[in-house]
Nanobody, 110 residues
Framework: QEQLVESGGGLVQPGGSLRLSCAAS????????MAWYRQAPGKQRELVAF???????NYADFVMGRFTISKDNAKNTLYLQMDSLQPEDTAVYYC????WGQGTEVTVSS
């Protein structure tokens, strides 16, 4: 299984943007589905978005139109562009391929 390392989290004001990255230790082009999940304090981990090896994407209703998942196979990296962030988006965000990353924390607060 590949190792996944997320980065790009931080503190942002409501309405702001962040771009998360997930660097994989191996070629991701053959991984059928890669996804972003998140886990807010006291809540269960939930699916945010996924992308197939063919480039098809799917989003949770709560991020539709605000977040964009993409990947760069040449860089073995998965991305999550997050726009119009709201306090309810505060969570630890995890990358998922054949394994889990360690997570990167996103805090949306004024």
């Amino acid at each position: 299984q590949e190792q996944l390392v997320e980065s790009g989290g931080g503190l942002v004001q409501p309405g702001g943007s962040l771009r998360l990255s997930c660097a994989a230790s191996r070629n991701i082009s053959s991984i059928y589905i890669m996804a972003w999940y998140r886990q807010a304090p006291g809540k269960q981990r939930e699916l945010v978005a996924f992308i197939t090896n063919g480039g098809n994407t799917n989003y949770a209703d709560f991020v539709m139109g605000r977040f964009t998942i993409s990947k760069d196979n040449a860089k073995n990296t998965l991305y999550l562009q997050m726009d119009s962030l709201q306090p309810e988006d505060t969570a630890v965000y995890y990358c998922r391929g054949g394994s889990w990353g360690q997570g990167t924390e996103v805090t949306v607060s004024s």
